[in-house]
């Protein structure tokens, strides 16, 4: 059973930075794709970040420039290093991953991927 568990949420104020992190497990599989999705309340949950088993990575245009994407594959640990935080950034963010090919750089970021954690809340204030 996948299992993704995020940890670093916190509250900060703007201009500030945070670091996600997510602990996967419970699969086993060359060729995946994980990634960062985030809900803010009463909108769409939207795609913030990925990357792929050969180190591919991809952003939604809103974070580029302020957000990393990167993985320990020793650990098995995802990170997302979230700088120059902005109050619009301020939502519940997921953990998600699949373990097939995802195309990031032909396709972009998934809408969705098939596994998700149960997300770290990160609020920015003004």
């Known amino acids: 059973q996948v299992r993704l568990v995020e940890?670093?949420?916190g509250s900060v104020e703007a201009g500030g930075s945070l670091r996600l992190s997510c602990e996967h497990s419970g699969y086993f599989n060359a060729i995946y794709c994980f990634g960062w999705y985030r809900q803010a309340?009463?909108?769409?949950?939207e795609a913030v970040a990925?990357?792929?088993?050969e180190e591919n990575t991809k952003y939604?245009?809103?974070?580029k420039g302020r957000f990393t994407i990167s993985q320990d594959k020793a650990?098995?640990?995802l990170y997302l290093q979230m700088n120059n935080l902005k109050p619009d950034d301020t939502a519940m963010?997921?953990?998600?991953?699949q373990f097939q090919f995802c195309g990031l750089q032909v396709w972009g970021i998934p809408g969705t991927m098939d596994h998700l954690g149960k997300g770290t809340q990160v609020t920015v204030s003004s």
């Open 75 to 77: 650990k098995k640990t």
């Open 7 to 9: 940890s670093g949420g």
């Open 93 to 97: 963010y997921y953990c998600a991953a």
């Open 50 to 53: 990925a990357i792929d088993n």
């Open 60 to 63: 939604t245009d809103s974070v």
């Open 41 to 45: 309340p009463g909108k769409e949950r």
